[in-house]
């Protein structure tokens, strides 16, 4: 590699950091901006919120429905009820948030599984990308407050020996229904990307079909897998969090939203703080997929660029 070629990279490797301290300071200053924001709704907006006709556009500016955003952090101090052994509201959150993230992580892995296999099929074969991407595009517009409770009643049936199905597999197959779809999108845009001109080359070789997915089209796909895997994994926690309060399972995040926002009335504080642990929780397994992204980093230059 020449001198000319080698400055870039230099320069690239030595402005990470500075790179990475602007987007934690965007994230901060997003943050702050939208508190802001509310606090300046809740000082100018009228109590009854923003009419039009007998529609209300926006939302009433009452202690009740838009606490202030200071008294919501320092709920999460509080102890969740007023008995003297009770959590804190924030470690009560954060114990239903690892019960979701867990679910949501097996939730995720089948769908990588599922999207990755179909993928592949598509692929290899133009028909089968014919037949099966309108249909896994189309499996999307299903509700999920409507499909939650029959794939708990399925499972509920499914007796093989000693084998009990749970809730919480009921929950992990909703979170893999939702995850499963940005993964198989992004795969097959990745692994059709190589240039003809570099399949051809391994096609004049007579290299094999395994061999040139291994060693062309697999690594040509990270740049497109690795967003599909952080939009998955995001889909697999709001898959959880939405068959959690379908299924009616205990334990999780979902289950203390509802919980919470029946006592939102009394104390609606409170009501914020599963709020907050599930954009946390969001935004952890979308983050998490940033460490298989710097194991990938040698065959993220596109997506770097970007």
Same mark, same amino acid.
């Given at each position: ?45 009228? %109590? ?126 909703? %979170? ?131």
């Amino acid at each position: 590699m020449t001198a000319e070629n080698l400055a870039p990279a230099i320069r690239r490797r030595r402005g990470a950091p500075a790179r990475e301290l602007a987007r934690w300071g965007y994230g901060l200053a997003g943050i702050l901006v939208l508190a802001a924001a509310w606090e300046l709704y809740k000082f100018l907006g009228p %109590a009854d919120g923003v009419m039009i006709g007998d529609a209300r556009v926006l939302p009433r500016a009452t202690d009740l429905a838009m606490p202030h955003t200071w008294d919501m952090v320092a709920r999460l101090f509080d102890p969740v009820t007023r008995s003297a052994t009770a959590n804190p509201l924030w470690l009560e959150v954060a114990l239903a948030a690892l019960t979701t993230l867990g679910i949501a992580a097996v939730g995720w892995l089948v769908g990588i599984v599922v999207g990755f296999a179909l993928a592949l099929v598509m692929q290899r074969w133009r028909l089968a990308e014919w037949g099966l991407l309108p249909w896994i595009i189309l499996s999307q517009t299903v509700p999920l407050i409507a499909f939650a409770p029959v794939v708990r009643s399925w499972g509920s049936r499914i007796e093989i020996g000693s084998f009990e199905w749970q809730d919480w597999m009921s929950v992990a197959v909703i %979170a893999s229904y939702l995850s499963f779809f940005p993964i198989a999108v992004g795969a097959l845009k990745g692994l059709q990307s190589p240039d003809t001109i570099h399949t051809e080359l391994l096609r004049t070789y007579a290299v094999g079909w395994w061999t040139t997915l291994l060693k062309l089209r697999v690594p040509a796909s990270v740049p497109y897998l690795l967003p599909a895997l952080r939009l998955g994994a995001a889909n697999a926690v709001i898959g959880a969090v939405v068959a959690e309060v379908s299924t009616g399972m205990q334990g999780g995040i979902g289950r203390i939203l509802i919980q919470y926002a029946g006592q939102a009335s009394g104390d609606p504080s409170k009501a914020w703080g599963p709020i907050f642990g599930s954009i946390v929780l969001g935004l952890a397994a979308a983050g998490s997929v940033a460490i298989l992204g710097a194991i990938l980093r040698n065959y993220r230059r596109v997506e770097i660029h970007a």
